[in-house]
Each structure stands twice: as structure tokens, then as C-alpha cells.
């Protein structure tokens, strides 16, 4: 059975209407080649320093950190993620979350336990085939709310179970640990992958919170906004869905607006 590793991260605006929750799916044994990758990348960006020796780019890759200096080694990260998904390396999925939404609200959605709720749901509805799961959060996302990552593994261990046990052949063998192998918190600093999913979530949160529009804009955002938004309008996987959120959907790269049902709605 295959291991597949996501990596995710999430973007909570504080005086924005929409959150996103986003990740990477992508096959553990692709994960060094995908890293590999990156790496060269920083290396292609490389300045000389006073001393005359060569310096790889170091920076972390964030949304934040867009400008017009660094704008080509984005659009750069931008192509290499593109080229994973058509070439079935990885896929790209992200949750939108209306925080205006009142049944978004209900229950605790968005506050204290709502970031688990929005977590399970994050990594289930997008978990497409049976595998072993490894999941890797950005560790300092969301810090004010505190996950419990051992409940969290165990919820999503029960779904999947129920998910992708009918799927399966009685020979085929499932990991004594179910089909969620882990669930580890690591720093964005140190993980490449989650840094791209930063980059890629800013953009599409930047559209959807229609922070574009602003005098204040950064254009080199809204620049690679628009290029972000072009690769998946080529890939012919975005609709508009409604009047205030786009949706994508795709195998490859979903993009899907979180609607909790209500008991009382019709099946």
C-alpha cells in the first residue's frame, strides 16, 4: 500500500471574511525528488557575496515576503508546483471557510474546536485512495487554539477506516497503526513544501478576500495572483460557483467552499 504524505497550512484572516485551510498531497517515495527540486531552484537564485563565493537563496518562501526582488524565484516555485500536478507528483487542495457564513459559525466551526473540526475535514474529504497517511501541519499555525493532534489522528483513523475498508481487497494489508500513520507538527522554516502551500494559499486568499482590489495592493501579489489563477483556468479545472467565492473542481487541484449540513437538511 502506498504512503502518501500532506503537507498543509493554514491562512486565518483576522479582519478578512474568508480562511483557507490548504495542502499537498504527494507520495512519500516522490517527496526527496519534489525537495530535490526546490533545492535547485535555490541554488538557480544563488547571489556571490563579498567574498566572491556563491550563496543558494535561503529565504523562506512566503506569501508575505512577495516582491518586486523576489518575484521571479516565486513565479519560478509557482511553475514546479504546476508541473507536479500535471505530472501526477502531487495535488493541491484547499477549504474555504466564509466566516459571515452563520452555519459556518454553528457548533464552534470556526472557533476553539473548530480548527480541529476544519482539520478532519481538511485531510478526509481530500484523502482520495486507501493508503497510509502521513501528516505534517505547519507547527505554528493557528497557535492560539490548541489541537489535539492524538484525538485528531484517531477521529481521522475511524473515517478513513469506514472510507477505504470497502475498497479493499481482505489480502491487502492495512498498517497495524490504521491508515493514518502520524500526525507531526513541523516548522514551516524547515519544510519547503509547506512553504509552497503558503505561497499558493495567499494568492487564492488574496482573490477570494478580493484584497486585489486595494489602493494599497501589492502589485507583485496581484501579479502572481493572476498568474497562480491562470495556470488553473488553463488547466480548465475553475468555475464560478455562486457570488462571492470561486470554486475548482479538479482531481488534481480542488478548491472547495466548506458548507457544514445541517441535520434537519433533506439527504
Not at 82 to 93: G, Q
Not at 207 to 235: D, H, Q, T, W
Request: aromatic share 14%; glycine share 4%.
Amino acid at each position: 500500500m502506498k504512503t502518501i504524505r500532506i503537507y498543509s497550512d493554514e491562512s486565518r484572516h483576522k479582519n478578512e471574511r474568508f480562511m483557507l485551510l490548504s495542502g499537498i498531497w504527494i507520495e512519500e517515495e516522490k517527496v526527496k525528488e519534489a525537495t530535490e527540486e526546490i533545492k535547485a531552484l535555490r541554488h538557480k537564485y544563488a547571489f556571490i557575496n563579498s567574498s566572491g563565493k556563491s550563496i543558494d537563496f535561503i529565504g523562506e518562501f512566503k506569501w508575505q515576503k512577495i516582491s518586486t526582488k523576489y518575484y521571479g524565484v516565486y513565479r519560478d516555485l509557482v511553475d514546479i508546483l504546476f508541473k507536479w500536478i500535471e505530472n501526477d507528483t502531487a495535488r493541491f487542495c484547499t477549504m474555504i471557510i466564509d466566516t459571515q457564513e452563520q452555519r459556518a459559525r454553528d457548533h464552534g466551526n470556526i472557533e476553539t474546536d473548530g480548527y480541529f473540526k476544519l482539520l478532519y475535514q481538511l485531510y478526509y474529504q481530500n484523502s482520495k485512495i486507501p493508503a497510509i497517511y502521513k501528516i505534517f501541519p505547519d507547527s505554528i499555525s493557528n497557535p492560539t487554539t490548541k489541537v489535539n493532534l492524538p484525538r485528531l489522528d484517531h477521529c481521522l483513523d475511524i473515517g478513513f477506516k469506514k472510507k477505504f475498508l470497502p475498497l479493499l481487497n481482505p489480502a491487502d494489508i492495512v498498517s497495524p497503526k490504521g491508515f493514518v500513520n502520524n500526525i507531526t507538527p513541523i516548522d514551516s522554516h524547515s519544510s519547503d513544501l509547506i512553504q509552497m502551500v503558503d505561497v499558493v494559499m495567499g494568492a487564492l486568499g488574496y482573490l477570494e478576500n478580493r484584497l486585489f482590489v486595494r489602493p494599497e495592493a501589492n502589485k507583485y501579489k496581484v501579479e502572481l495572483m493572476k498568474y497562480i489563477f491562470g495556470k488553473i483556468v488553463f488547466s480548465g479545472a475553475i468555475m464560478v460557483s455562486g457570488k462571492s467565492y470561486y470554486v475548482a473542481r479538479s482531481t488534481k487541484f480542488n478548491i472547495w467552499h466548506f458548507r457544514p449540513k445541517n441535520k434537519k437538511d433533506p439527504q
